[in-house]
């Protein structure tokens, strides 16, 4: 596959700032997830590398070949969409062979059927290749929308949000496969997910962006472990992590504002007496609503605890995070 490069790439649509100076290396086999908030910039940022859309500056390799300028068609790359986007009156076995068809490609016949044939039982749709496409259940629809991408075994895989209109289930599932599928064929993916356990459980790297910003990139466990700022913090972590203010549980850190303590990161039974307000029982674990001195927080504890809401329990912090008063890690 190829390792993709921005450099100082910067994307504006007329007022708006949809990328700011970003520069972010996906290294060649990686599985790289984009994280933030609607308007962020991480479609922005699959466009670019598409081809899609151009930059007003900034440089774009792929495979170490400067593709800024250079159209959709001859980038090499594939796209998958949070839509399913197939041709209604094709069947299963021509919407997966249709990217073959391209001239640019000049794929053999029976080049173009093998690898149909390979595809369709990769993703287990093998007895559906005759169906016509509006026959399909929406997670039929969504396989075969990945595998037209699969199909054209390009150097780059950009997916958009592709499992965001699945039900709970067949997202799982789906998840277990894209990675299974990425890390056989040793492939190149950037992902955008707002979907934190897409991003803890498939991702290599994650890359955070803020308002166009690229504020942090690295594997799923720096960024939840040494996040650099609040925001960061936020993108990760369910529950998410409490903000509080630093001097909460007494003296703070010089210059600090903030406290953050990921629900792990809160020590129960010792402390500071705080009021549960609601227990939540997941099976696997239970959350804890807690209500300390004015601030609301949550934090997780024993599947099968016997605590009440309206019952008291004493809690301290446990090697919190600290940041100042613009959010940015201080501590």
Excluded: C
């Excluded at 466009?47 to 250079?70: F, K």
């Excluded at 895989?157 to 056989?184: G, T």
């Excluded at 594997?219 to 903000?243: C, D, W």
């Amino acid at each position: 596959m190829a390792e993709i490069t921005l450099h100082n790439i910067t994307k504006r649509f007329g007022a708006t700032t949809a990328l700011d100076d970003v520069s972010m290396t996906v290294p060649d086999g990686a599985f790289v997830v984009l994280l933030g908030p609607t308007g962020a910039g991480k479609t922005t940022t699959l466009r670019l590398i598409s081809g899609l859309d151009l930059p007003d500056s900034g440089e774009i390799a792929i495979g170490g070949r400067s593709v800024t300028n250079l159209s959709p068609a001859q980038r090499n790359v594939a796209m998958v969409f949070q839509q399913y986007s197939l041709y209604p009156h094709m069947t299963v076995r021509e919407n997966l062979a249709f990217p073959l068809k391209s001239p640019l490609l000049n794929t053999e016949p029976a080049e173009i059927e093998r690898r149909v044939g390979k595809i369709a039982e990769m993703l287990q749709i093998s007895h559906k290749l005759d169906n016509k496409a509006t026959a399909l259940s929406g997670g039929e629809m969504q396989r075969v929308s990945i595998g037209r991408a699969l199909v054209r075994d390009p150097q780059v895989f950009l997916m958009d949000e592709p499992l965001s209109s699945l039900d709970a289930k067949l997202r799982a599932d789906l998840r277990v496969e894209l990675k299974a599928i990425q890390s056989d064929a040793r492939a190149t993916f950037l992902y955008v997910t707002h979907d934190q356990i897409e991003a803890m459980t498939m991702a290599t790297h994650v890359g955070v962006l803020e308002n166009g910003r690229l504020v942090q990139f690295g594997t799923p466990r720096e960024v939840y472990e040494k996040p650099v700022s609040i925001y960061a913090a936020g993108r990760l972590g369910l529950p998410r992590i409490n903000i509080l203010p630093a001097d909460i549980f007494g003296a703070a850190p010089p210059g600090t504002k903030w406290i953050g303590l990921r629900p792990e990161q809160i020590r129960q039974g010792e402390g500071f007496e705080s009021q549960v307000i609601r227990v939540e029982h997941l099976g696997d674990q239970t959350r804890l609503h807690l209500h300390f001195r004015n601030h609301d927080l949550v934090t997780v504890t024993d599947a099968h605890t016997e605590l009440r809401a309206g019952q008291t329990l004493k809690i301290r912090p446990d090697n919190p995070y600290y940041f100042d008063a613009t959010g940015a890690r201080a501590f």
